[in-house]
């Protein structure tokens, strides 16, 4: 089977009853939800609002038909800045930024003539929020940050961002597609408007399912209009949600397979699964140090970080480190920019890239020092 360090990309493997509820709805079910009056499609209706209320509830969250489901966070992402920016609208973002944020922005920037502030973050990715107060216009329409760096695993200071946010009244949206089920987040308490999520990362469910909690009241424009499985007589889309912000058939099987996997971590608990990669994180940041010419990125304190350690061997390049660890050692791992070119380039590796381990909950410090023996023997090469 190999071992598995890509968590980051998409968690691997899944609790077995994510797999199963899947196989389970496919072949006993099978049926849409939003639409049919029918028994079998009134449980799809049941097993889709109880994914949307576990959602709620892993984030603190009251209300669950604010819980929009897309088909992943980059889908979300968009929806969330094309349905609140408009032409000439201020942005303030972080320096860490996925391009699911960025290139969206960037694109808006040249379509819509927005203006984006970056705030700089430390080579080790802290951000100061000093510098966030002190970015804000009269024409600041939205702050996005991401909760937690793609690469250097750096945790953004989510809750102070927040209370500047709500003080200036400006909508807060934070991408949590690193967090989300593997960090405590508390939608009110850290003043978050909007929080994006994608299922299949931290949240281990299916690829293909994402979405917004909206602790927000301002208008967001839908990215699409169609069927909602309702008022079809009405030539627009609906004003109310979750069918303002989702048309069209949902993920119904990947939503079930979703439900399971929020089930799971609400039985394992977000504080025991957030110390279990704590501990691995930290055993993988002091035995990567012993590696001779290595160069580890980001923050050195396990506390700082989620599940992310990107580096390089001097010498090295970091597809040769992650081909040699998959062909010879059956160690999966993920080289190159991350879609976050900006992380890279704060951290000098725009050009070359890093590796990256993705350290997830099924993860065990046995394959860590698997993992390290094998890079010491790469790295002595
Ligand atoms: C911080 C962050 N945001 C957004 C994304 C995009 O996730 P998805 O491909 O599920 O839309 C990723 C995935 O790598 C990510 O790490």
């Not at 899947?22 to 079998?40: A, C, D, H, P, Q």
């Not at 119904?252 to 279990?276: D, F, M, P, T, W």
């Amino acid at each position: 089977m190999g071992i598995y360090l890509d968590n980051a990309a998409t968690s691997y493997p899944k609790p077995n009853d994510v797999a199963e509820a899947v196989y389970e709805f496919m072949i006993n079910n099978g049926t849409t939800s939003g639409r049919g009056s029918y028994k079998k499609a009134m449980e799809s209706d049941r097993l889709v609002y109880e994914a949307r209320k576990l959602i709620a509830d892993l984030c603190n969250f009251d209300d669950p038909k604010r819980v929009i489901f897309t088909s992943n966070i980059t889908e979300s992402l968009n929806l969330a800045m094309y349905g609140i920016l408009e032409e000439g609208d201020h942005v303030i973002t972080s320096s860490l930024e996925h391009n699911a944020v960025w290139r969206c922005l960037k694109t808006l920037e040249r379509d819509k003539n927005i203006s984006i502030t970056q705030i700089p973050a430390s080579k080790e990715g802290y951000t100061d929020v000093s510098d966030i107060r002190k970015s804000i216009r009269a024409n600041t329409k939205l702050i996005i940050f991401t909760h937690a760096s793609n690469v250097l695993g750096t945790i953004q200071p989510i809750r102070e961002i927040g209370e500047i946010a709500k003080e200036h009244n400006i909508p807060f949206l934070v991408d949590a597609a690193q967090t989300f089920g593997a960090y405590p987040i508390d939608i009110k308490k850290y003043n978050i408007d909007i929080l994006a999520f994608t299922g299949h990362k931290s949240l281990l469910g299916p690829m293909g399912t994402g979405g917004l909690v909206l602790n927000y009241n301002g208008n967001i424009n839908p990215l699409k209009s169609g069927g909602t499985g309702g008022d079809s007589a009405y030539e627009y889309q609906p004003d109310y949600y979750p069918n303002k912000l989702e048309t069209g058939t949902l993920n119904v099987s990947g939503i079930v397979g979703l439900r399971a996997a929020l089930k799971y971590i609400k039985q394992e608990g977000v504080e025991n699964i957030h110390s279990k990669e704590n501990e691995l994180v930290k055993y993988a940041l002091k035995e990567l140090t012993t590696i001779p010419n290595i160069e580890v990125y980001g923050p050195k304190d396990s506390d700082k970080i989620i599940g992310v350690v990107s580096f390089n061997i001097k010498d090295k390049r970091a597809e040769y480190i992650s081909f040699e660890l998959d062909s010879k050692f059956n160690i999966m791992v993920r080289s190159g920019l991350h879609c976050a070119p900006n992380a890279h380039d704060l951290i000098g590796t725009k050009e070359i890239g890093a590796v990256r381990i993705g350290i997830g909950y099924f993860n065990s410090t046995d394959e860590i020092q698997t993992f390290i023996d094998a890079l010491k023997i790469i790295a002595q090469k």
